[in-house]
């Protein structure tokens, strides 16, 4: 079965803070990605990566970063925590190159809470 | 502008009972639609996808449609479960850059 692992399920981080998201895969995507998902607004795009060393801005970078130092591994950096930044942080990777529109496979998420 | 909407927000049935998820999307060029389940606090997860020249097409007690020409989508849940209750969300491939286009989703809740 394919897999996609978050490190944390439940985060409860002080504003300032630097707080670190990782998500590993199994399935040696080239592709990964990270949403974040809030009530009514739905899953946004924030960060995604064609391949290694490789990243994109989504519809939301602002106050985000990322790295992809290896294949399987995708993480979301908030270099300084906000309250406006707490929310539902889903992880996901895909196969394919650059145009492809195939199928994620999601994380389990990762709820951050910022106080 | 590349959109998707869903209807309903989110719907309240009796278990056993039937219902239909709508999809409408602005997306050009489309490639593909998807929907995907998502229990609470949990990942979404496929269940079915459709490309231009699919009409129908079912896993199990679900069965989505598509409708290319007037840009719809439904999705068609048969004698609901309780498992069912979760949201749907229905995602567009497409567009000039190839991007995945989401709907905000339908939250269904199945009721004994």
């Known amino acids: 079965d394919v897999k996609v692992t978050q490190s944390s399920r439940y985060l409860v981080k002080r504003t300032g803070e630097k707080v670190f998201l990782e998500c590993v895969q199994d399935?040696?995507?080239?592709?990964m990605f990270w949403y974040r998902q809030d009530p009514g607004l739905g899953l946004r795009l924030i960060y995604f990566s064609y391949d290694v060393k490789m990243k994109e801005k989504g519809d939301i970078p602002e106050g985000y970063s990322v790295s992809r130092e290896k294949k399987e591994r995708f993480s979301l950096i908030l270099e300084s925590a906000s309250t406006n930044q707490t929310s539902m942080y889903l992880c996901a990777s895909r196969v394919g190159g650059h145009q492809n529109t195939g199928e994620l496979f999601f994380g389990e998420g990762s709820r951050l809470t910022v106080l | 502008k590349n959109q998707v909407e869903q209807s309903p927000q989110s719907l309240i049935i009796l278990e056993g009972k039937n219902c239909t998820l709508q999809?409408?999307?602005?997306?050009?060029?489309?490639?593909?639609l998807r929907w995907y389940k998502q229990d609470t606090g949990r990942g979404p997860v496929s269940l079915t996808i459709m490309t231009f020249s699919e009409n129908t097409k079912s896993n199990g007690r679900y069965t989505a449609t598509l409708d290319a020409d007037t840009k719809q989508s439904s999705l068609h849940i048969t004698a609901s479960q309780l498992s069912d209750s979760a949201s749907y969300i229905c995602?567009?491939?497409?567009?000039?850059?190839?991007?995945?286009?989401f709907g905000k989703g339908t939250k269904l809740s199945v009721k004994p």
């Open positions: 999809c409408n999307y602005t997306v050009s060029p489309f490639s593909n």
């Open positions: 995602v567009v491939g497409g567009g000039s850059q190839g991007n995945l286009i």
């Open positions: 399935m040696d995507h080239e592709n």
